[in-house]
């Protein structure tokens, strides 16, 4: 089992609720999404042909890809709405302090 790796990122409250922040950490492009109280960070990559999904609308709780329109649910990865059929990666996030951590070991 990966060892986790928790890193700071940014403050809970920069996160909109209903919203995202694209966030680079250690290599990482994620996108660090909140709704209502829980925060859920997923790799910013579309998993149908590999494109940024920043820029895409969050419904609900899930991200539209803005290219093809598929869709992926934020707290699980996978994939919701042709012509989207493979999850993307999630990370494993914790709030400490006001400051959202983001796990990035055995990445």
């Not at 109280?37 to 419904?59: K, M």
């Not at 709780?61 to 990865?77: E, K, N, Q």
């Amino acid at each position: 089992m990966p060892e986790q790796k928790f890193v700071p990122t940014i403050s809970f409250t920069d996160v909109p609720s209903g919203k995202y922040v694209r966030h680079v950490v250690e290599g990482h492009d994620l996108l660090i999404s909140r709704l209502r109280d829980d925060i859920y960070v997923v790799e910013n990559l579309c998993s149908h042909q590999r494109q940024p999904l920043a820029r895409g609308r969050i419904v609900g709780g899930s991200i539209a890809c803005p290219v093809h329109g598929g869709m992926f649910d934020l707290r699980t990865g996978c994939a919701v709405k042709f012509p989207a059929s493979r999850p993307i990666r999630i990370y494993a996030s914790r709030v400490v302090d006001g400051i959202v951590e983001v796990d990035v070991g055995g990445a």
